[in-house]
């Protein structure tokens, strides 16, 4: 398999602009490339981003440019834009891309390979951010990491270790997993917990590092998620649960997740994609799920009020 020269990103939003703004310090401009819909280009061009007080010098390409295909393509959209980006990255998918996923939840990837096909696809977790963007501003300290690996565990393939590689050629934080479902389940465990939590506080990743009302909630609605896995087939234990935990004491304490983002600038979130999910399960297994009841009924009464 040849390495990877040429990188193509999807989506700008906080996790875009962060993985783009680092990826165009180690990488020429015509090998890194920004994918959007013509209408999105002209706003970008129009509009400069900033990550960390620094102008982002992007090269933008629309859906229609059919450049040659990329090496590795990162999806960085929100769920309910999935659809939109796989139509407009169509151009950029050749016979040995590499797609990696960074979108929240645990269905991503099979609705990439559906499209593309599962054996361009990667399993993927984005964990340890803590990105605040507002308007074409976005600021962090602590870029976090991409964990990625094969579908089934076992020894990494050789896509996997041309992305390592590859991450490595250009300083991009990042960490192997074997066994990628049960990591995919504990950061939908996070999302379960955190962004919901921090969404309807109003507050910030330091409401939830410290005791208090806030954390209770968010590790009751985690625990409710530790229960569906028992009937899943990828059990989280109180370690995986610890584990998270720790991973959460590393963020900014004046960060705040995506959702909780969304609701500030009176957006709709992706609730359906948490909360909505662990009540679809619950009901499916018969496994009791009141806070995340509530925190489905709280965010949207929020967004009604938008």
């Not at 099979?110 to 977790?125: A, N, T």
């Not at 997740?257 to 909505?276: C, I, Y």
């Amino acid at each position: 398999m040849k390495e990877i020269n040429k990188v193509s990103i999807i989506g700008l939003g906080a996790l875009g602009v962060m993985f783009g703004h680092h990826l165009s310090k180690k990488m020429s401009s015509e090998h890194l490339r920004i994918v959007a819909d013509p209408e999105r280009v002209q706003k970008y061009q129009n509009n400069e981003i900033y990550c960390n007080g620094e102008r982002c010098q992007f090269n933008y390409i629309t859906s229609e440019d059919e450049d040659d295909p990329a090496d590795l393509v990162i999806f960085a959209v929100k769920y309910s834009g999935l659809e939109d980006a796989m139509e407009s990255v169509r151009n950029q998918i050749g016979d040995e891309t590499i797609i990696l996923s960074a979108l929240n939840g645990v269905t991503s990837e099979s609705i990439i390979g559906e499209k593309f096909g599962m054996d361009r696809v990667l399993y993927c977790v984005a964990q340890g951010m803590d990105t605040v963007k507002a308007g074409n501003k976005v600021i962090y300290s602590n870029m976090g990491m991409l964990c990625f690996g094969d579908k089934e565990p076992g020894e990494p393939s050789e896509k996997v270790q041309t992305v390592a590689r590859f991450f490595d050629n250009t300083d991009f934080p990042y960490e192997i997993d074997t066994n990628m479902k049960k990591r995919q389940w504990g950061k939908f465990m996070v999302n379960v917990g955190v962004n919901q939590t921090v969404a309807v506080y109003k507050s910030n990743y330091g409401e939830i590092q410290q005791e208090g009302p806030a954390r209770t909630m968010m590790i009751a609605a985690m625990r409710e998620v530790m229960a569906l896995t028992e009937v899943e087939g990828t059990k989280l234990s109180v370690e995986d649960l610890a584990y998270w935990l720790k991973v959460l004491g590393t963020l900014s304490p004046h960060g705040k997740p995506s959702m909780a983002q969304d609701v500030e600038a009176k957006r709709h979130s992706e609730v359906e994609l948490f909360s909505g999910t662990v009540l679809k399960l619950g009901k499916k297994y018969g496994v009791p799920t009141p806070i995340n009841q509530e925190l489905y009924n709280r965010i949207t009464t929020i967004e009604k009020d938008y």
